[in-house]
């Protein structure tokens, strides 16, 4: 059994306690103070908010900056070895409220992670400087405030785009939050994301672009390991990415805010029994936003977290919102392959590719390149995972496509859980039979071998 991981929380913490704790932390973060090995850089945030959020939104930002490091640092292991028990000493402004919400915090990061994580709180120090700082209407003579509405993330991927296009096409202004990682492609794909909905309504949207990041090599008590040793899953990512836009929303005064993904990596059926819990992401799961902004609400905050998409296949998704107002080339310049950056090209073997390529071809778009053609010739990668991301894409979507309803409840008993979170399992279930229709069309279209793979499975 793997020994639990300690990490504190250095930023923020007072001397005395940060003294009796580092002895035995595994990891010290810091993104304020000298020596920090974390970068956390909010300056575009800051110039579009004009207001202070709340000490507990502000809380909740530094939690999340604390937890996306500590899931980096903190590598899994294999097999049985893959959840992690995770030790986490935070500095915060309210300790009586995170203690007695902590419950509720650790259901939201196990929702997402299967991990089990002990968290403690002690009191922040009152001369910390802020990690996020005001500079828009409330800050400096002659800057005014952002006509905004609603706040939306900005991956630079499909779904995020397509959330992006809907609200302008619907007249909303919204300010865009995008977090910046270290990988330059995925940069890149933000940055024309951002152009290509800025054309849509010229002067419509705000952008603000959070980086956050590692910082090796720095003169902090713990640096970060190399790329090659940090943890990939990034199973957190996504609670950082919900604490941004609450914060975000905060500073500009909406109560919309909206985390964009489509029906079937939202509700992220098991494709197999042996991709169960964090196996799967779960990254805008229902249960996890309905948590979350159940949370947000017992803190007094008004921004609720939206996913518009819940009911629509990524392929519908291209269809219906995106194809009316881009060009294949402007959709397509967007990026969805777990390997992204770290290739020259999508790998076509991980399931966001496969999703991906099945759902373009599905919406009628021209097929894209990739480092290998999994469905046009699956037999010469038998034996390797991406062959096996394949067999269980193929046999999901022969029991949606053949399986009466109460079938699929017993082979999907989650789906039960999904009127609990304000959810139509019926609706739901709709939805996937349409997703698995859009697998059968396109391998019987285009990759016929993969369509005979189908066959046998029947």
């Not at 504190?8 to 007072?14: A, D, S």
């Not at 005014?144 to 509405?149: G, K, L, Q």
């Not at 159940?294 to 939206?306: E, Q, S, V």
């Not at 304000?422 to 019987?444: C, I, K, P, T, W």
Request: aromatic share 6%; with cysteine.
């Amino acid at each position: 059994m793997r020994p639990m991981a300690r990490v504190i929380v250095e930023t923020g913490m007072p001397p005395d306690i940060l003294e009796g704790a580092r002895p035995s932390a595994d990891w010290c973060v810091q993104w304020l103070d000298d020596g920090c090995n974390v970068m956390a850089d909010l300056e575009q945030l800051q110039a579009a908010v004009y207001t202070q959020p709340p000490e507990l939104t502000r809380d909740m930002l530094d939690i999340a900056l604390a937890l996306y490091t500590a899931d980096i640092v903190v590598p899994r292991g294999r097999n049985e070895a893959w959840t992690r028990d995770l030790s986490l000493l935070a500095p915060v402004r309210r300790p009586d409220f995170w203690e007695q919400n902590l419950p509720a915090l650790l259901a939201i990061l196990h929702g997402l992670t299967r991990d089990n994580f002990h968290i403690d709180f002690c009191p922040r120090r009152k001369d910390c400087p802020e990690l996020l700082r005001p500079v828009g209407a409330g800050g400096p003579a002659g800057t005014r405030r952002p006509n905004v509405d609603c706040v939306c993330s900005l991956s630079g991927g499909i779904d995020s785009l397509a959330g992006g296009a809907m609200l302008l096409r619907a007249d909303r202004r919204p300010l865009f939050v995008s977090h910046r990682s270290g990988n330059p492609h995925v940069r890149e794909r933000q940055t024309v994301a951002e152009k290509t909905l800025d054309a849509i309504r010229p002067d419509a949207a705000v952008f603000a672009n959070l980086v956050v990041q590692p910082r090796p090599g720095s003169g902090a008590d713990c640096s970060f390991p190399v790329p090659g040793e940090r943890e990939t899953s990034r199973r957190l990512r996504s609670f950082l990415f919900m604490a941004m836009l609450t914060a975000a929303a905060a500073g500009v005064d909406v109560e919309e805010a909206y985390l964009c993904d489509n029906g079937i990596l939202t509700i992220a059926l098991p494709m197999s029994p042996g991709r169960v819990g964090s196996l799967s992401t779960r990254s805008t799961h229902p249960s996890v936003m309905a948590a979350f902004n159940a949370l947000t609400r017992a803190a007094g905050m008004k921004t609720i977290i939206l996913n518009p998409f819940i009911y629509r296949t990524k392929a519908e998704i291209i269809s219906d919102i995106l194809r009316p107002v881009l060009t294949p080339d402007q959709i397509q310049a967007t990026t969805s392959c777990w390997m992204s950056g770290r290739r020259s090209r999508p790998c076509g073997g991980c399931i966001p590719c496969l999703l991906r390529r099945i759902s373009m071809l599905a919406a009628g778009l021209p097929d894209e390149a990739y480092e290998i053609d999994l469905p046009a010739d699956p037999e010469v990668y038998r034996g390797t995972e991406a062959y096996d991301n394949l067999i269980d894409l193929l046999t999901q979507a022969v029991r949606l496509s053949s399986g009466a309803d109460e079938q699929l409840l017993v082979q999907w008993p989650q789906l039960l859980d999904l009127a609990s979170s304000g959810v139509s399992v019926e609706d739901a279930l709709a939805m996937y039979r349409r997703y698995a229709e859009e697998v059968v069309r396109v391998m019987r279209e285009h990759f016929p071998a993969s369509a005979l793979l189908m066959e046998r499975i029947c």
